[in-house]
């Protein structure tokens, strides 16, 4: 059975960091590709970050370049995504998602497994 379980969200001022992780299990980690995604109320879901099952190949939303990071340790079979000055509109439920294909896609549809969430929220 496949669970991907997020953690690290909270409750941050503006221009602060967090750091989420999601620990995978039921898979073979290191051949899937992994993704973040969120999803605030009364909007969709949106992509936010992407990372290949090497880890060679990452892309982001255009609105979070330069301020979030995605990494993966295949060893812990954890993908991490690094938050830094966030801002009051990155909050956010943030779930973490795997893509059997491989690639960093930002398409939700490519994903096949989903995490629960978990809440981030950015107080101005």
């Known amino acids: 059975q496949v669970q991907l379980v997020e953690s690290g969200g909270g409750l941050v001022q503006a221009g602060g960091s967090l750091r989420l992780s999601c620990a995978a299990s039921g898979l073979t980690f290191s051949t899937y590709a992994m993704g973040w995604f969120r999803q605030a109320p009364g909007k969709e879901r949106e992509f936010v970050a992407a990372?290949?099952?090497?880890?060679?190949?990452?892309r982001y939303l255009d609105s979070v370049k330069g301020r979030f990071t995605i990494s993966r340790d295949s060893a812990k079979s954890t993908v991490y995504l690094q938050m830094n000055s966030l801002k009051p509109e990155d909050t956010a439920v943030y779930y973490c998602a795997a893509d059997r294909g491989g690639g960093a896609s930002k398409f939700d549809y490519s994903y096949e497994y989903w995490g629960q969430g978990t809440q981030v929220t950015v107080s101005s």
């Open positions: 990372i290949s099952w090497s880890g060679g190949s990452t």
